[in-house]
């Protein structure tokens, strides 16, 4: 059997032997509480020896008892607000579980760390009708901590008010008003495993904590380039199950990071050492290189499907939406099975732990230890003069192929520039974010060339294919000559684009 998901929305309480539920009938748009009886549940949540998991806010259980018995694993997706996959129960960790938790554990062992057994009273509210709102719990909580260090126990009682799948989220406000009349408060602890964790870890231990890195001077430019490769990993390694599971704009989200991570050790050569950053950088060129096909994909069949529609239906001549389904469905398939074996690799996983490697030990060079502002302007103003280059020679080129392939190299050096721009807002502020903003206009122009470029090619094919069938090719000319002339409008703007990017006082704000 498959996993499968379901978005949790809930809300914690505190609870005493002494605590006495008010009547919630009285909560607006409930009608009956309906008693559904005690189910003895027994959960082991399990992690990596050092609790990377509880780091990330998720949670991995085996539960028995009730009625979803089984595996669950809990993604964070907003407070009180998770996303919960389920497989089936088995004596160890299902593979579809694992691979999602792969950029966490980096193929470390998942060992039991907490058990719970909780006595749940399980209430459900309902309105006239008898439609489920929310299901009210109160659970008699004892926690046993799992590992070497000998068992420790902590015990408590909590109210947990779940809204019901469909349901109005505006019923948890109006029984969360009840129960504070009532004086029952909201739960300090995000979770049971929060709160396990935090009671049974003991005193001493919570003293001490971790060893703790040397004080570094934030206004370093080693310590403003590092927050920035640690966002761009920690996106890496938030959006790898993300892939997985198919989310919205996961794929574009992932390969952005790894292209801003790429950018950045390039654009700050003279703060991390590029002995150390540059083979990174090759791997997650190929990282990128693997889910691009896939984001690729969908933005070209997003594009000409937007085509189409522009089209009047008589001049729809041939199975024209029927041809594109066709065409986006196979190579958005191959594009998805690409993505999800890259990430499957060994090559991948060996990337996530040479990042991991970085954090913990990164390469600074002498640069890292100089005063951020000049550093990082300097950097910045490098790869706009290198962008400079690159548009002065496809402005020097006549329409056509070359003129093409110069734009877009032009294109990836002002995306370049940009990212140096944006990494550099925290340190160098508004003028790094005022010149991010005009060369992402820049970008923006180029880009929307390359596509109708990529779109003219993908146009021709579809041509082919569609009179070797027997069907008219008109539709597709069209198309296609209208994304020449797309394309020809984006060469007449870039000129201007770039004079508002390039203007001296837009330079000189970020170099000051």
């Given amino acids: 059997m498959m996993a499968e998901t379901k978005r949790e929305i809930e809300r914690k309480y505190e609870a005493t032997d002494e605590t006495e539920l008010p009547d919630l009938t009285r909560a607006a748009g409930v009608s009956a509480v309906l008693d559904r009886g005690v189910a003895e549940l027994d959960a082991v949540y399990y992690d990596t020896a050092d609790l990377r998991l509880a780091a990330d806010a998720l949670t991995l259980r085996r539960r028995t008892g009730g009625e979803d018995a089984g595996w669950h694993l809990k993604f964070p997706v907003a407070a009180g607000i998770r996303d919960e996959i389920r497989a089936p129960l088995a004596d160890t960790l299902p593979a579809s579980l694992a691979g999602l ?4 554990t980096l193929d470390e062992e998942v060992v039991p760390v907490v058990r719970l057994l909780s006595s749940r009273d399980v209430r459900h509210l309902v309105d006239d009708e008898g439609t489920l709102l929310a299901e009210l719990s109160v659970d008699t909580v004892l926690a046993e901590r799992l590992d070497e260090d000998g068992e420790r126990t902590a015990s408590w009682k909590e109210i947990e008010v779940e809204l019901a799948d469909g349901a109005d989220p505006g019923i948890l406000d109006a029984v969360e008003k009840r129960l504070k009349k009532a004086g029952v408060r909201p739960s300090s602890s995000p979770s049971k495993l929060a709160r396990a964790l ?9 003293e001490t904590g971790p060893a703790r890195p040397e004080p570094v001077d934030e206004n370093t430019a080693g310590a403003r ?5 640690r966002q761009q990993i920690e996106a890496i390694v938030l959006f790898d199950p993300a892939v997985r599971r198919d989310l919205p704009d996961a794929v574009h989200k992932m390969r952005v990071a790894t292209r801003r991570l790429r ?6 050569r003279k703060v991390l050492d590029r002995t150390v950053t540059d083979p990174i950088g090759e791997e997650l060129k190929w990282l990128a290189g693997e889910l691009g096909a896939a984001r690729d994909q969908e933005v070209l069949a997003a594009r000409l499907s937007g085509r189409i529609d522009e089209v009047p239906e008589t001049l729809l001549l041939g199975p024209v939406r029927a041809r594109l389904r066709v065409w986006d469905a196979s190579r958005s398939a191959a594009a998805r099975s690409t993505a999800l074996a890259a990430l499957e690799s060994d090559r991948h996983l060996a990337l996530l732990k040479t990042l991991d490697a970085l954090l913990t030990d990164p390469p600074l060079r002498k640069a890292a230890h100089k005063h951020a502002p000049a ?4 950097a910045v103003l490098k790869d706009y003069d290198r962008l400079a280059g690159r548009v002065d020679r496809a402005l020097s080129l006549a329409p056509g192929p070359e003129r093409d392939l110069a734009m877009h190299e032009a294109r990836k050096a002002a995306k370049r520039a940009r990212y140096a721009a ?14 991010a903003k005009r060369l992402k206009a820049v970008q923006s122009v180029l880009g929307d060339h390359q596509d109708s470029v990529v779109a003219r090619e993908t146009l021709r094919t579809l041509a082919i294919q569609a009179h070797a069938a027997g069907e008219s090719a008109f539709t597709w000319g069209l198309l296609h000559g209208r994304e020449e002339a797309l394309g020809a409008a984006r060469e007449r703007e870039f000129p201007e684009a770039w004079e508002r990017a390039s203007a001296p006082e837009a330079r000189a704000a970020v170099a000051r």
């Fill in 101 to 104: 938790l792969r950029s966490r």
């Fill in 225 to 229: 380039v590092l927050a920035h490769v």
């Fill in 263 to 268: 950018s950045a050790f390039k654009t700050y």
């Fill in 375 to 378: 550093v990082l302007a300097k």
């Fill in 198 to 206: 935090e009671e049974t870890t003991p005193k001493t231990l919570k």
């Fill in 422 to 435: 944006e990494a550099a807002v925290p340190t160098l502020g508004k003028p790094a974010k005022r010149f």
